[in-house]
């Protein structure tokens, strides 16, 4: 399955009730589209699976194992698996690329 996705039209799909929209699943990986307003809290827990960040837009900060480090456009993240990490301090509404490896279960 080969497929191709325009960001903006995935970010149509976002909406405050659910600022995380998945739209690719294989095997393998799953992605996703998550969004955080300025000022907001990032609720999430560690996933099972390796996971990467790409920030398409925004500015805030992540905490990864206790480890915080400034994010903005163009930043890629990488969280090993059962990381404790969540964005804080969004001074700009993050738009984040997300990947799953493999695909994410919960």
Do not use: C, W
């Amino acid at each position: 399955m080969s497929a191709v996705f325009e960001i903006e039209k995935v970010l149509s799909e976002v909406t405050p009730a659910r600022p995380y929209h998945e739209f690719l699943r294989v095997p393998a990986l799953s992605s996703g589209i998550y969004v955080l307003p300025a000022g907001a809290t990032d609720k999430q827990s560690p996933h099972t699976e390796d996971e990467i960040y790409y920030v398409v837009r925004g500015r805030g900060k992540i905490r990864i194992n206790g480890q915080e480090t400034p994010v903005n456009q163009g930043s890629v993240i990488f969280v090993e698996a059962r990381a404790e990490h969540h964005f804080f301090d969004i001074a700009e509404e993050l738009v984040l690329l997300v990947l799953f490896a493999p695909a994410e279960t919960g």
